[in-house]
């Protein structure tokens, strides 16, 4: 049987399709987080090394993950914006912008409760705790490029070129760091992951990312709800919704 | 007259006038070349007089401010134009856009990056940096700041005509510096340290190709959103 794929990039058959799966990723999210921090924190091993304390990397690792993926999508859904100039898309874009955003910043905080009692500092300029705050610096430049321009649809087009010329930059950036870390001081301090994982840490790392994943999308879904309403105020369909809403 | 030899006459005409108008309001010009050469004198002054120290801080400190110099210029790039209807009249031309975009980055960059070239010698003997490392210095900015015009070229048309466009556009584009930054400074670094900075030079160089064959592509999306 042949999908219409397109059916859905009209927000207006989107809209309801957003609203029926939100709850599905909503309990799938906390349903898989429950299990990734029980996976994690009661029946994953003590680490040998690090003790205790080690734990954390099964919220900082799977943010660091999705603060990376969420920026590639971002950029995706950007580039399907200018190319098929789907409005859909550019909405999609504007609304992972702030998940990614908080995803970096818990990387970065786990990061820096996790480095003080394993290197004695909160912040070192290792390669890849820099790049990862660039990151967040890209993330805030987008988001702060999308609230200055009134124009919703100019507001769009723009950050989405601007994501574009991110996603270029983002492994230009990152090696320029991995280099400048090393050709500079040499790595003083490497990250240490056990060469081998236990299994259970490993899926309780996969479980939380998954976990971490279906929260986003379900997020998003919620955020794109709004953002449709939002530009399409003036559409018959939401005109025709909003007064069924208010007389039923 | 066949096409092409329309768009080079085209091309040299428009460099002409930027630079004419450049040459006219010296001042402006002026303006940026100052600012470099303050920030970099506040260093000393907030830091250490000691040779010592500002020789190993040397390198990052020109390279830092003639980030924020060639920064701050880039107001003036679009700016003009974009108030007294030039840059509708541009977009209109039968010319490819990127094109007349490239010549007004790089007669952008004459008149404001070139200055900063020429006077970071001078800046760097006042830090006590040994003759290569002076020429390293000079080589790097000389690589750097062009790519510097071209990546910030595509912050200021994304800013055109915003509510503090300064402020944002600083926020955009400096993340977007960091590799010149580094590579730049660590050139001077290396040399300066007894290493050969030809790695740090080429990948500066690599840069530099790389933004001068997509920034002004992605410029005129920009410029075109804007005015859309």
Same mark, same amino acid.
């Not at chain 1, 680490?47 to 999705?66: C, L, N, S, T």
């Not at chain 2, 007669?107 to 040994?130: K, R, Y």
């Given at each position: 049987?042949?999908?219409?794929?397109?059916?859905?990039?009209?927000?207006?058959?989107?809209?309801p399709?957003?609203g029926?799966?939100?709850?599905? &990723?909503?309990?799938?999210?906390a349903?898989?987080?429950?299990?990734g921090?029980?996976?994690? &924190?009661?029946?994953?091993? #003590?680490?040998?090394?690090?003790?205790e304390?080690y734990?954390?990397? &099964?919220?900082h690792?799977?943010?660091?993950?999705?603060?990376?993926?969420?920026?590639?999508?971002?950029?995706?859904?950007?580039?399907?914006?200018?190319?098929l100039?789907?409005?859909?898309?550019?909405?999609?874009?504007?609304?992972?912008?702030?998940t990614?955003?908080?995803?970096t910043?818990?990387a970065?905080? #786990?990061?820096?409760?996790?480095?003080k009692p394993?290197?004695?500092?909160?912040?070192?300029? =290792?390669?890849?705790?820099?790049?990862?705050?660039i990151?967040?610096?890209?993330?805030?430049?987008y988001?702060?490029?999308?609230?200055a321009? =009134? =124009?919703?649809?100019?507001a769009?087009?723009?950050?989405?070129l601007?994501?574009?010329v991110?996603v270029?930059?983002?492994?230009?950036?990152?090696?320029s760091?991995?280099?400048?870390? #090393?050709?500079h001081?040499g790595?003083?301090i490497?990250?240490?992951?056990?060469? #081998?994982?236990?299994?259970t840490?490993?899926?309780?790392?996969?479980?939380?990312a998954?976990?971490?994943w279906m929260?986003?999308?379900?997020?998003?879904?919620?955020?794109?709800?709004?953002?449709?309403?939002?530009?399409?105020?003036?559409?018959d369909?939401?005109q025709?919704?909003?007064?069924?809403g208010?007389?039923? | 007259?066949? $096409?092409?030899? *329309?768009m080079? *006459?085209?091309?040299?005409?428009l !460099?002409?006038?930027?630079?004419?108008?450049?040459? @006219?309001r010296?001042?402006?010009v002026?303006?940026?070349?100052f600012?470099?050469?303050?920030?970099?004198?506040?260093f000393p002054?907030?830091?250490?007089?000691?040779?010592?120290?500002l @020789?190993?801080?040397?390198?990052?400190?020109?390279?830092?401010?003639?980030?924020?110099?060639?920064?701050?210029?880039?107001? @003036?790039?679009f700016?003009?134009?974009? @108030?007294?209807?030039?840059?509708?009249?541009l977009?209109?031309?039968?010319?490819?856009? *990127?094109?007349?975009?490239?010549?007004?980055i790089?007669?952008?960059w004459?008149?404001t990056?070139?200055?900063l070239?020429?006077?970071?010698?001078?800046?760097?003997?006042?830090?006590?940096?040994?003759?290569?490392?002076?020429?390293?210095?000079?080589?790097? !900015?000389l690589?750097g700041?062009?790519?510097?015009?071209?990546v910030?070229?595509? $912050?200021?048309?994304?800013t055109l005509?915003?509510?503090?466009?300064?402020?944002?556009?600083?926020?955009?584009?400096?993340?977007?510096?960091v590799p010149?930054?580094?590579?730049?400074a660590?050139?001077?670094?290396?040399?300066?340290s007894?290493?050969?900075?030809?790695?740090?030079? *080429?990948?500066?160089?690599?840069f530099?190709?790389?933004?001068?064959?997509?920034?002004?592509?992605?410029?005129?999306?920009?410029?075109?959103i804007?005015?859309?």
């Amino acid at each position: 049987m042949a999908i219409n794929w397109f059916k859905y990039s009209s927000p207006a058959s989107f809209y309801p399709l957003a609203g029926r799966l939100i709850p599905w &990723f909503g309990i799938l999210a906390a349903i898989l987080i429950v299990i990734g921090l029980y996976l994690g &924190f009661v029946v994953a091993p #003590t680490d040998y090394k690090q003790g205790e304390a080690y734990r954390i990397m &099964f919220i900082h690792v799977p943010a660091a993950w999705m603060s990376m993926f969420i920026y590639v999508v971002m950029a995706i859904y950007a580039s399907l914006a200018l190319v098929l100039k789907t409005r859909l898309s550019t909405m999609m874009a504007t609304a992972m912008a702030p998940t990614g955003a908080m995803f970096t910043f818990v990387a970065l905080w #786990t990061g820096a409760f996790w480095g003080k009692p394993m290197w004695g500092a909160w912040w070192v300029w =290792d390669a890849r705790l820099t790049s990862e705050l660039i990151l967040l610096f890209l993330y805030i430049g987008y988001m702060s490029l999308y609230a200055a321009i =009134d =124009d919703p649809r100019r507001a769009a087009r723009a950050s989405g070129l601007l994501a574009l010329v991110g996603v270029v930059n983002v492994p230009v950036i990152y090696f320029s760091v991995k280099w400048w870390n #090393t050709l500079h001081q040499g790595a003083s301090i490497s990250f240490g992951e056990a060469p #081998t994982m236990a299994a259970t840490m490993l899926a309780a790392m996969g479980v939380m990312a998954l976990g971490f994943w279906m929260y986003t999308i379900a997020i998003v879904l919620m955020r794109v709800r709004c953002e449709i309403l939002e530009r399409e105020r003036h559409s018959d369909w939401v005109q025709e919704m909003v007064g069924r809403g208010t007389h039923g | 007259m066949s $096409g092409s030899t *329309s768009m080079f *006459s085209m091309l040299a005409c428009l !460099l002409s006038r930027e630079v004419k108008l450049a040459a @006219r309001r010296l001042p402006d010009v002026m303006t940026t070349l100052f600012f470099f050469v303050i920030v970099v004198s506040l260093f000393p002054l907030g830091v250490s007089p000691e040779i010592e120290t500002l @020789r190993t801080i040397a390198p990052g400190v020109v390279w830092v401010a003639a980030l924020l110099a060639s920064m701050l210029a880039l107001g @003036r790039l679009f700016g003009e134009d974009y @108030r007294d209807g030039t840059l509708e009249q541009l977009l209109l031309a039968p010319q490819p856009l *990127s094109l007349l975009v490239l010549v007004k980055i790089i007669s952008h960059w004459l008149v404001t990056g070139a200055p900063l070239v020429l006077m970071s010698p001078l800046l760097g003997l006042q830090f006590g940096l040994s003759g290569e490392a002076l020429g390293v210095l000079v080589a790097t !900015l000389l690589l750097g700041t062009p790519a510097l015009s071209l990546v910030g070229a595509v $912050g200021a048309a994304l800013t055109l005509g915003l509510r503090g466009g300064g402020v944002l556009l600083s926020l955009l584009i400096l993340p977007l510096y960091v590799p010149v930054l580094i590579f730049g400074a660590g050139a001077v670094e290396a040399v300066a340290s007894g290493l050969g900075a030809g790695g740090h030079i *080429s990948l500066l160089a690599a840069f530099l190709v790389l933004a001068l064959c997509g920034a002004p592509w992605v410029t005129a999306s920009a410029l075109r959103i804007s005015l859309d």
